[in-house]
């Protein structure tokens, strides 16, 4: 039997898979997954015309522990913006706004993922 650890790991890159299929089906460019640097990580970037978006991908399997939207704290939006513009400098691409979405997903036993997409969280 595989390893929790490995069972949630296994779950989030299922989800952002389907979060960067989501975004690129709306007209979004997916730019870079799972940027790291020294103060953290972001999920996906992407382009949305002339806006650079930080989008933060929440994977559950139920909500019995919240929804995932749950789990973005106005620390961390703060946090995931800075994160981005730090990928705009270090990438040497400029944007003229940065935008934070959430794609939460939401993988039940049976039958299809649910996909939320929030643009523009406060």
Known sequence: MASTHAQRKALGDYGER???RHLQARGFTVLDRNWRCGD???DIVAADG????VCEVKTRSSDRYGTPFEA???EKAARLRRLGWLWSNEHQIRF???RLDVVAIVRHRRGS???EHIVGVV
């Open 50 to 53: 002339g806006t650079l978006v």
């Open 96 to 98: 003229g706004r940065l």
């Open 18 to 20: 389907l979060a960067a």
């Open 72 to 74: 973005i704290t106005p």
């Open 113 to 115: 993922a649910e996909v």
């Open 40 to 42: 953290g990580e972001i």
